[in-house]
Each structure stands twice: as C-alpha cells, then as structure tokens.
C-alpha cells in the first residue's frame, strides 16, 4: 500500500502566445506499509514513512488547435526537479524529464501523430539510491501497448516485479482515421524501455508493440 499526503504551490507565467513557464514546490509524506513477504527487496527497502521535498522548473511550448483533441501541431514540455539537498527531505535525486508529440493532419480528416519521451533520475549526497516509487516505468496502455503494466524495464532477478529504472526513452506513432463523427480507428507502433542506470538511456534492449484500437469521443472525454 502506498499512502501519499502533501501539496505543493506552483507559480505560472506565459512567456508568450504558445509558451508557458511553471516553478513549483513539492512537499510530500509517503507512507509504504503492507508489504507482502514475496515482495521484492526493492520495494522492502523502502518500508515506512519517508518525506520528499522538492522544487521543479518546467517550460512548455504548446502551438497544439485542440489541447484534449489535436489534429496539428507541436507540444513540446521540459521539467528539471531536485529533491532534498537545500530542501531537506529525506530523500535525495534530481529529475530530468521531457515530452514532444507533434500532430500532422491527412487525407480524410485523419492525423498522424508522433510522440517521445524521455527522461532520466538519479540520486545524490545522503541517498544511495532513487526510491523505487520516484524511478521510472513502462509498459501498458500509455507507453508500450502490448506488454503488462510497467513490465517493460529491470525487473527483481528473484520475483521478477517490476522495480524501474534510472532512465526512460518512449516513442509512439499513432494514425488516426474517422469512422463516423465520434468514433475513430487508431493504428498504432510503440517503442522504447527502460534502464537501471542513467549513462544506459538508449543503449538497446528496445521492446516494440503494434495494433489497431478505437477511439471513442464523448462530451466528458
């Protein structure tokens, strides 16, 4: 069980028409309890209450004609977080992360969309380690369609749960085709994975998936 209580205040600014500037502070108590005996020692390590205080820096570019249903344009996002350190804490990393996906309409009102993220962790000064529950993680319906549920990454070598990475490279290719007005048929190619360390961040291992899915547009989402 994993039981978070916190907040954080962030300040915005936008830079200009399309790009926008956030600063925000984190803090954070993360409470792990209920670990099964079969666990991974990964995830027994961290076993009670720890607290996380941290401050992030983002800029993001967002040129996009609909943010929830885009059909062109470029989103492209950077964030630059550091834990502990000045801001106390009893966990110490620093977090790099981005995000781009840039939409191109076709023929028939359909789109094309390509999408990639990345991003790397890592710890410093009293922490011998990123916790398991701030690494990085992928497989499922939102990174790498085919595989389970943050099964695509290191792995424990004795229960073979997933216990993340210090670093993370995504890349998605989506072609949308309407069908009729609210229902569109998606095709779709994944790849990427997930590495214990930070210097391993593309260095092979890519796991890819491909499919067909559909869309189903509704007034709530």
């Known amino acids: ?4 209580i916190g907040g954080d205040l962030r300040l915005g600014k936008d830079l200009s028409e399309y790009l926008h500037a ?3 502070y984190t803090l954070e108590e993360i409470n792990i309890s209920n670990i099964i005996d079969e666990a991974s020692n990964e995830l027994k390590k961290e076993r009670g209450k720890n607290t996380i205080s941290r401050l992030g820096f983002g800029l993001t ?16 996002s950077g964030l630059a977080e550091i834990a502990g350190g000045p801001f106390s804490g009893d966990k110490d990393f620093t977090r790099l992360s981005g995000k781009g996906s840039l939409d191109i309409p076709s023929i028939l009102n359909s789109v094309l969309e390509l999408r ?10 009293n922490s011998e380690e990123v916790p398991i529950y701030e690494r990085f993680f992928s497989g499922g319906a939102y990174t790498i369609r085919g ?5 695509v990454g290191p792995l424990d070598p004795s229960t073979k749960d997933p216990i993340g990475g210090k670093s993370m490279l995504v890349g998605n ?11 569109r048929v998606a095709g779709f190619f994944d790849s990427g994975n997930v590495w214990s360390r930070v210097s391993d961040i593309g260095n092979g291992g890519y796991k890819s998936g491909y499919g ?8 709530i989402g």
């Open 61 to 76: 570019q967002d040129s996009r004609d609909n943010i929830f249903d885009p059909t062109k344009g470029l989103l492209l």
């Open 22 to 24: 956030d600063l925000k």
């Open 116 to 125: 990639l993220r990345a991003g790397i962790v890592d710890a410093f000064g």
């Open 1 to 4: 069980d994993e039981r978070r």
């Open 147 to 151: 595989y389970e549920e943050r099964k």
């Open 173 to 183: 290719i989506e072609y949308t085709f309407p069908l009729v007005e609210y229902i």
């Open 212 to 219: 067909l899915g559909l869309r189903l547009k509704t007034p």
